[in-house]
């Protein structure tokens, strides 16, 4: 009798620990999801969830390889996701903060038309392989090819091999050639998205109920400004 007890007990507080953790996943941002756990998403997860976690695992993996993680039962959040971009999983109403895109041009294609309306219609666009996220955002009449690196995508587009190369605002190089120019396209909100359980839907939930009274409070400005990422911040506001 005595066994069949401990046994039970160790069931449930078995059940009990593993429903005390959430792991966390994020492709690697400077300021936003480092290495070392620290970053502006990482931590609006410990001050949306820590009250309901007693831990929170955060891991950096590419991209893919975290879409492919939830999707198995094997994370409870990706971060820095589009809004409804991965099939099965669960969007909140509140964004995690946003993505400015930009192109690189060759200085003599330069579109006719002013910034934040480019049209990609009919291009020929280049990603980097580690950017394989902004996929959905070129145009299904455009012709799309992947770059090794920011180098060799340069002598490409120097060469009018392509007409642009889409990059996130952190991602642009410090120097470019003297024919190439970064143009603003567009800034798009992202999303932190839970796998279709009830589990996630609790922490969905949740999410939406405390990111308001994060930012109205103040905090998520203070996590911000902890990176100095204050102009990031003023920014998102913008956008909601």
């Known amino acids: 009798m005595n066994r069949v007890i401990v046994g039970w ?4 507080l078995s059940s009990w620990a593993a429903a005390s953790e959430l792991e966390v996943l994020c492709a690697e941002w400077k300021d936003y999801c480092n290495p070392d756990g ?48 991965i099939k099965n999983m669960l969007y909140p109403n509140n964004p995690d903060g946003y993505d400015a895109i930009y192109l690189l041009v060759n200085r003599h294609n330069m579109p006719p038309t002013t910034a934040g309306n480019i049209s990609l219609k009919n291009k020929k666009i280049l990603l980097l392989k580690n950017n394989q996220e902004y996929v959905n955002l070129i145009p299904l009449d455009s012709s799309l090819n992947f770059a090794s690196n920011i180098n060799n995508a340069q002598k490409l587009l120097e060469i009018h091999r392509y007409d642009y190369l889409i990059l ?47 930012r109205d409070q103040g905090q998520l400005q203070q996590i911000y400004l902890r990176y100095g990422r204050d102009n990031d911040y003023a920014n998102l506001l913008t956008l909601y």
């Open 9 to 12: 007990l160790f069931c449930t």
């Open 168 to 214: 996130e605002e952190d991602n642009l190089p410090e120097t470019c050639t003297s024919d190439i120019v970064a143009l603003y396209y567009r800034s798009i909100l992202t999303y932190p998205a839970f796998p279709d359980t009830p589990q996630g839907r609790q922490n969905r939930a949740r999410w939406d109920q405390q990111l308001p009274q994060l």
């Open 38 to 85: 620290s970053g502006i998403y990482f931590d609006i997860v410990d001050a949306v969830y820590r009250a309901e976690y007693s831990d929170i695992k955060k891991r950096v993996l590419p991209y893919k390889r975290s879409i492919f993680s939830a999707q198995q039962g094997l994370a409870d959040v990706i971060l820095g996701s589009y809004n409804d971009e």
